[in-house]
T-cell receptor, first 113, second 114 residues
Framework: AQSVTQPDIHITVSEGASLELRCNYS??????LFWYVQSPGQGLQLLLK??????LVQGIKGFEAEFKRSQSSFNLRKPSVHWSDAAEYFC???????????FGPGTRLSVLP | NAGVMQNPRHLVRRRGQEARLRCSPM?????VYWYRQLPEEGLKFMVY????????ESGMPKERFSAEFPKEGPSILRIQQVVRGDSAAYFC????????????FGPGTRLLVL
């Protein structure tokens, strides 16, 4: 079955430090890939997406992600984390055979002052 | 342009009651998706609807759950005879008629079953 994995359940970084959140997907055909952020008690906000073309995509709030086919990965990065970035981050792919999204389990980001 | 709207934001039901969750897609969007998020878990797809049609309900539990998206009005996710295990956040997403390349999510309805 198609799946999305996020190996890190919880990550803690200091404010100002760099960040990388990992995401791996299964099944080879180039998928549509997304990163969403969810603040506590809120809905999901789209950070960025990859469909095709340049493998490094820029998103909102200073985030970027790089698609690496050879590693089946789509890791999210930010060079300098702000306290307001503390949230839950979800990687997702669009299902190859339908319209629904398959989500990873999420990575919770904590930011130390 | 208002985003995806869901109501109520919070819903409390006792076991055996019915829960009715509403979703109004973004203006111009005709595709609606429902997802469920259990505590400490990611979102799981439930059902995909277009106006007056259920396109994919492969993620819906076989009993007690139903969804509709009428020609007029919001999409409704109905849960009959709720049980404690139905307690979760239910999110609606919408996408434009061109397809589901990007889905835009509502704020969710948090259902608590006592």
């Amino acid at each position: 079955a198609q799946s999305v994995t996020q190996p890190d359940i919880h990550i803690t970084v200091s404010e100002g430090a760099s960040l990388e959140l990992r995401c791996n997907y299964s099944y080879g055909a180039t998928p549509y890939l997304f990163w969403y952020v969810q603040s506590p008690g809120q809905g999901l906000q789209l950070l960025l997406k990859y469909f095709s073309g340049d493998t490094l995509v820029q998103g909102i709030k200073g985030f970027e992600a790089e698609f690496k086919r050879s590693q089946s990965s789509f890791n999210l990065r930010k060079p300098s984390v702000h306290w307001s970035d503390a949230a839950e981050y979800f990687c997702a792919r669009r299902d190859n055979y339908g319209q629904n999204f398959v989500f990873g389990p999420g990575t919770r980001l904590s930011v130390l002052p | 342009n208002a985003g995806v709207m869901q109501n109520p934001r919070h819903l409390v039901r006792r076991r055996g009651q019915e829960a009715r969750l509403r979703c109004s897609p973004m203006k111009g969007h005709s595709h609606v998706y429902w997802y469920r998020q259990l505590p400490e878990e990611g979102l799981k797809f439930m059902v995909y609807l277009q106006k007056e049609n259920i396109i994919d309900e492969s993620g819906m539990p076989k009993e007690r759950f139903s969804a509709e998206f009428p020609k007029e009005g919001p999409s409704i996710l109905r849960i009959q005879q709720v049980v404690r295990g139905d307690s979760a956040a239910y999110f609606c997403a919408s996408s434009p008629p061109t397809g589901g390349e990007t889905q835009y999510f509502g704020p969710g309805t948090r259902l608590l079953v006592l």
